[in-house]
């Protein structure tokens, strides 16, 4: 890892912008990140000598015409999958998280940050209301938003009728940047394809479109045991999804190309976190035979396919879709599964998520930890999965909309907060985990912008 | 005062007994008096027979109308939509313009575009199409394999020719239809509902043009039925969507216009089927009826209208259904049946708006009639989508149709 860092001297500033107040937690997290990819490869390859499949292999002839001819329905596609099981699933990298110390810190000391009583022992720098409030500005009671003021007993006139008209605008002028201050009031349905593209600053270019079709010749030429681990995601997740289902096809087309673009390491860049490593057979140790696998880095987890789904709806054809992905995983994605101290980070949410609900609803915190329901251990995986899979698309879309305006994943710590507020008349009558559970099953009714609206705007604090 | 309303049901579907039963209804059997009976359409047509004499009184209400298969054979709701064309044309009505090649320009409407008594195929027709035997009197014989011409035993046998859509709308590579749900109380005046929870049922198979597919059942027929026995049906959603992710999908891909336009034309579609066989339908005022429209989309965003179903399916395939199908009983009979009393056929059959539940109103011909007829021809001559396309801001009016 020391090496890597070497040969990123120039990125090295950056990097220390990044952590800038948290160098103290480098150390922790190299030392967490190092014994979890530990575990995580340990179980890829064991997975992989069980099996007796290799890592990588190149396909014969024959199979790479099937698939060829194939690409467009690899749903249909029904290998046995029953041996291969998830590298790990979101409640495994909850372990890790509650387990994180920082072996220079004492509890006892601190006057400052009080007794923490959720399952995050790592003393971050998190956001009260009253500065959510400042940094969310635009979602504020008085200001027009999609998601509430375009209900059907608004008179469009009000708000959407020129919300749409700016919005053609900025399209028109091609401005990222207005694009993205816009779209922090939600975006309307028929331009939010093109105003992602443009904050994502992606455009279709030949070039793009040719380094999408290499990544597919990739897939054909060459099959990787990770292959197996994204279509056993897909089946498990995204086919019985009642929205993404008929996406099915899409997914695989995107996921595979995916875990062959090395591009996608540069993010490890601003990532505590190192891509895992393979040998080329018959040379274990040898640094000059090592290769990163999968080759962009990233091991798929259960529930990652949810990621690309929700893209579906937005673009049908498959460069640009993978395009609009692949930046969105490594602008926003990568922190929901790696440990760091950013802001948006996984562990930030988890720590800004607990602070919330003890500071603002603490009967309900107290209530719910006392039945041993430990809100994190329920809201982690919404987080992780950026509710992918737990908001019905409409909603989920405009909450995806705020994660690009304001390029950061805080308000998923907030909405999880929020579902919380909302159903905690019930939850404080329930008795179990499993029953604090079943209140929060279903989140498909949910509206989001009301939510987060009155959580932050019309909570008395 | 009020007793209970007493049912009866031919049709032994839990969707059905659960409504009956928590509105406190007590079932009997169909020789005792009873108020309400949800009939298959075999019983239908027993009921209103010239034989059988019944007559039904003022406080029974049966779920179908007597002749509705002026709606639901194939066939005749050809003949119907033809005769009410042609009546358009001849009043000079601007609702039966025709374009250059001869093509109606707003009630071109339906798949089929031949009926015919005997069939004689070409043979190498420039389209494919789909043959269905419409209305089974005697089986048919195939008289000589080379020229595919079929012999009919008896002259009573009516073949439609469906024009096959080879450029279905295909979602993530799927071809699929559409179930919408039509609530018919009365049809002089015309005053129809529309379920807002249809859904779009698809394939599981990838959709391909090319004809060695052609065989393949599972890629060409969307029916739940039948794709319930491909291998790739799925138990959770039972490989449908609702009608408002088609409509998020098609917004956020083709754009709003041509979305809401697509939705207008489907209303457009039902109400002018049902306009067409309104005339022939025999008005029982002892009768309601729910339809199963079924619609393809074409990769133009053309609505079709495939057929009409009479006694739309009532299994669930998923719970998901069940819930639906639940719901749907629930609000049709919250409207037939009033205050789920013990019913009274005079009554104006006008529900206050509060019981509508998921449906809205699609049609209300005296409702229109009020506003002046000709502002429907009007509006729809203008196609004006802007502003007033998608919801209606006038409450108590029909939500729906942009073109009333």
């Known amino acids: 890892m020391l090496q890597e860092e070497s040969d990123l001297s120039l990125i090295i500033a950056q990097i220390v912008q990044k952590l800038k107040g948290s160098n103290l937690y480098s150390q922790l997290e190299r030392q967490a990140w190092g014994s979890w990819e530990k575990r995580i490869l340990k179980s890829l390859n064991s997975m992989c000598t069980e099996l007796s499949i290799p890592l990588a292999r190149k396909r014969p002839v024959g199979e790479q015409k099937e698939l060829l001819n194939k690409w467009n329905e690899m749903g249909t596609d029904e290998p046995d999958l029953s041996l291969f099981r998830p590298v790990y699933a979101p409640k495994d990298f909850l372990e890790v998280l509650i387990n994180l110390r920082n072996p220079n810190y004492e509890n006892g000391d601190s006057l400052s940050f009080r007794t923490h009583l959720g399952l995050i022992q790592v003393p971050l720098k998190v956001k009260d209301i009253p500065e959510l409030k400042e940094c969310f500005v635009e979602l504020g009671l008085n200001i027009g938003q999609l998601g509430i003021d375009d209900s059907t007993q608004v008179p469009p006139e009000l708000f959407e009728n020129e919300h749409v008209r700016i919005g053609q605008k900025v399209l028109a002028q091609q401005d990222s940047a207005a694009a993205q201050q816009y779209i922090r009031q939600g975006s309307p349905t028929a331009l939010r394809a093109e105003l992602w593209a443009l904050i994502l600053n992606i455009s279709s270019q030949p070039e793009d479109v040719l380094y999408y079709e290499q990544l597919k010749t990739n897939v054909i030429q060459h099959d990787l045991l990770v292959d197996s681990l994204i279509y056993k995601d897909v089946k498990l997740t995204a086919s019985n999804d009642d929205y993404y289902f008929v996406f099915e096809d899409y997914l695989y087309q995107v996921l595979l190309c995916f875990s062959r673009d090395t591009s996608v390491l540069s993010h490890f860049a601003f990532n505590s976190a190192s891509p895992p490593k393979s040998y080329i057979r018959g040379k274990l140790g040898l640094e000059e035979y090592a290769v990163f696998y999968p080759p962009n880095g990233v091991i798929p987890f259960h529930g990652f396919s949810m990621y690309v789904a929700p893209l579906c709806f937005l673009y049908h054809e498959p460069s640009k879709l993978y395009q609009i992905f692949r930046e969105m995983y490594v602008r926003f994605f990568f922190r929901l599964h790696s440990i760091s101290s950013h802001p948006s980070g996984i562990v930030s949410l988890c720590l800004l998520f607990e602070t919330l609900l003890q500071t603002y609803l603490p009967q309900l915190f107290y209530h719910l930890r006392e039945i041993g329901a430990q809100p994190l251990r329920i809201s982690f995986k919404w987080m992780v999965r950026a509710f992918s899979g737990y908001l019905a698309t409409d909603q989920l879309l405009l909450l995806w909309d705020r994660i690009l305006g304001y390029n950061s994943l805080e308000i998923l710590a907030v909405l999880a907060a929020a579902v919380f507020a909302f159903r905690a008349v019930n939850l404080m009558e329930v008795t179990s985990l499993a029953a604090a559970e079943a209140v929060l099953a279903d989140l498909s009714t949910l509206k989001v912008m009301p939510l987060l609206q009155i959580f932050l705007f019309a909570t008395v604090t | ?404």
């Open chain 2, 1 to 404: 005062m009020a007793g209970k309303v007493k049912w009866v049901t031919d049709i032994e579907k839990s969707v059905l007994i659960n409504n009956f039963e928590k509105r406190g209804w007590v079932q009997v059997t169909e020789n005792e008096d009873w108020n309400f009976y949800w009939m298959s359409v075999q019983t239908i047509r027993n009921v209103f027979s010239v034989e059988a004499g019944y007559r039904l009184s003022d406080d029974q209400i049966v779920n179908h109308f007597p002749n509705h298969y002026e709606l639901t054979r194939k066939d005749l709701m050809v003949k119907n939509i033809k005769r009410y064309r042609k009546e358009l044309e001849k009043e000079g009505s601007p609702l039966a313009e025709k374009d250059e090649n001869g093509k109606y320009l707003y009630l071109g409407l339906c798949v089929f575009h031949r009926l015919m008594f005997s069939v004689n195929i070409p043979r190498r027709p420039v389209q494919p199409w789909i043959m269905i035997l419409s209305h089974r009197f005697k089986k048919c014989v195939p008289k000589d394999s080379k020229t595919s011409s079929f012999v009919s035993q008896s002259n009573k046998e009516a073949y439609v020719i469906s024009l096959y859509i080879n450029n279905p709308l295909l979602i993530g590579g799927r071809k699929f239809d559409l179930r919408l749900y039509v609530l018919v109380s009365t049809y002089r005046p015309l005053r129809c509902y529309m379920y807002k929870l249809g859904f779009c049922r698809f394939c599981t198979v990838k959709y391909t043009p090319s004809t060695s597919e052609l065989d393949n059942m599972f890629v060409h027929l969307t029916n739940v039925a039948i794709q319930k026995h491909g291998e790739d049906y799925n138990h959770i959603h039972g490989g449908k969507w609702t009608v408002s992710n088609l409509r998020l999908y098609l917004e956020s891909t083709r754009g709003k216009e041509v979305t809401s336009k697509l939705f207008d034309e489907i209303h457009w579609i039902i109400v002018q089927s049902l306009k067409a066989v309104a005339p022939v339908m025999n008005n029982d005022k002892h009768c309601f009826e729910c339809y199963g429209y079924d619609i393809i989309i074409d990769d133009k965003l053309k609505p079709w209208l495939i057929e009409v179903n009479a006694s739309p399916s009532l299994t669930s395939s998923t719970a998901n259904d069940r819930i639906l199908k639940y719901n749907l009983i629930n609000d049709t009979l919250n409207i037939a049946v009033p205050n789920g009393e013990i019913p009274d056929c005079k009554w104006n059959k006008s529900p206050p708006k509060e019981v509508l539940g998921n449906y809205e109103i699609l049609y209300d011909e005296e409702l229109a009639q009020g506003d002046g007829a000709d502002r429907e021809l009007r509006s729809r001559q203008g196609q004006s989508l802007g502003p007033r396309a998608g919801r209606s801001r006038d409450s108590g009016r029909a939500v729906l149709t942009t073109w009333k």
